[in-house]
């Protein structure tokens, strides 16, 4: 989620998340005589998109410098706790909404490491679905600047050179993946190597196999009244399986990294990638002649029932302890302002998460600002989960699963256990 994740699965994310940048470097912003006073330090998921963000807050901001550097979602996770606990934590970081991970809203304000942003102007405007992840006991701690969702991506130019058009039903999609194999192009492409990756395909699937039926899910996981195992999740983990048996991703995606499956689908050896619309950014960067488009991913037949996991991707929180309060607030809000709103939107491929910013959607995303507007979208699953375990538990658990080490029903009975066990 970059979803996860999702999926959101991800999406989001990806993200996602979801959840979602690939590897990246520290970017040296400022020397050593800038001042303190003058520099802000940044840490952040959002390799590709932050960088035009930053040129232009300090430009909106001259002599003020930012250090900031960029690394993959599970790198980031696995060292924002560990900055935080021991005093080394940036000024501000990445966070993603809710409670689905280690960087997580709920997950990292608890324990006080956020500074609440309850005070800032955009922070009573925020729509109550992404103000409801944003926040932990009624503040808000991270500035949620865009909204993401998952779906299949597909390359236009390969998509036309294999004469094959895009799926509405789970035939379709099977049949799909089939004609694509024969024609020596996958479908998609997945790189599960990277565990974050794992859960896009299924958050998409869920949408609709989940949700399209029973829009109260979440609320009966809370009240006790329905688990993972004795759900339609497990149909979703069924299909998702039924995709790979088919033929529908690239071979040995457990041997292929998220920054591979961009080169896959972003050079037309794949026909598209699962995956939030944050990705389609990064193709583009990849191949900036191709043309890419998200789209649902059908779980069904009935096409009128098709979901689309959408929800507030990754934001921005500020460290309680950061060294510079004042230049962490000034950049949350120029984060949250039209023009660095708009900037990650382009950016990213995504929609800002608040209306008045002016922004005109790439038409790549015609389909999902259609299904947001039409109300039929589901949050990433994981940004209702009361702790982050769950998530981790699914993400190593579906890449045993592509392994051949465990099953659908351990991994969706060890979810349960971990979701009961509460925050």
């Known amino acids: 989620m970059k979803t996860r994740a999702l999926p959101l699965l991800i999406a989001a994310t990806t993200s996602v998340a979801v959840l979602a940048a690939c590897s990246g470097g520290t970017k040296a912003g400022s020397d050593s005589g800038s001042g303190g006073s003058r520099t802000l330090t940044l840490a952040s998921i959002d390799q ?28 980031y996770q696995q060292q924002i706790r560990t900055q935080l606990s021991s005093g080394t934590a940036p000024d ?21 490491y956020l500074r609440d942003l309850s005070d800032r102007p955009w922070a009573v405007k925020l729509p109550e679905a992404i103000k409801s ?50 024609k020596g192009t996958p479908g998609f492409a997945l ?99 191709g043309t890419f488009t ?52 382009k950016k990213q491929g995504g929609l800002p998460s608040l209306s008045d910013t002016g922004f005109v959607a790439s038409p790549s995303l015609a389909q999902l600002s259609e299904f947001v507007k039409a109300g039929r979208t589901v949050p990433f699953m994981d940004q209702l989960w009361p702790n982050a375990k769950v998530q981790q538990t699914m993400l190593s658990g579906l890449q045993e699963i592509f392994s051949d080490q465990s099953t659908p029903e351990k991994v969706l009975a060890e979810m349960d256990s971990d979701y009961e066990s509460g925050s």
Not at 51 to 73: H, I, L, M, Q
Not at 92 to 112: D, F, I, K, Y
Not at 269 to 275: D, M, S
Request: charged letters at 20%; proline letters at 5%.
């Open 92 to 112: 501000v970081m990445s966070v993603w909404p809710g409670n689905g991970n280690p960087g997580a809203t709920h997950t990292l304000a608890e324990p006080g």
């Open 294 to 345: 998200l789209r649902a991913l059908p779980a069904t037949d009935d096409p009128s029932k098709t979901l689309i996991p959408a929800a507030a991707g990754a934001g921005y929180g500020v460290n309680a302890k950061a060294k510079n309060e004042e230049l962490a607030l000034k950049f949350v809000d120029f984060v949250m302002s039209p023009e660095g709103m708009n900037l990650f939107a």
């Open 191 to 289: 790189g599960n190597q990277d565990n974050w990756v794992t859960q896009l395909v299924q958050y998409a699937l869920v949408a609709t196999t989940v949700y399209g039926n029973d829009r109260d899910f979440d609320q009966k996981m809370q009240a006790g009244q329905a688990t993972f195992a004795n759900s339609p999740w497990l149909t979703a983990l069924d299909k998702y399986l039924t995709m790979e048996k088919t033929g529908c991703f690239q071979k040995n995606p457990l041997g292929t990294n998220y920054e591979a499956s961009q080169s896959l689908a972003a050079t037309g050896k794949t026909l598209g990638i699962i995956q939030g619309n944050w990705v389609i950014a990064l193709l583009e960067q990849k191949n900036p002649k």
């Open 133 to 182: 992840v944003a926040q932990y006991e009624g503040r808000t701690y991270t500035a949620v600047f865009g909204q993401n969702g998952i779906g299949a991506v597909y390359n236009e130019q390969a998509m036309a050179k294999a004469g094959l058009t895009p799926p509405d039903t789970w035939t379709e999609l099977l049949a799909f993946c089939r004609a694509a194999k024969a």
């Open 48 to 75: 590709g998109s932050v960088e035009d963000v930053v040129k232009a807050f300090e430009k909106a901001n001259p002599g003020v410098k930012v250090r900031y550097t960029t690394s993959g979602a599970d790198q």
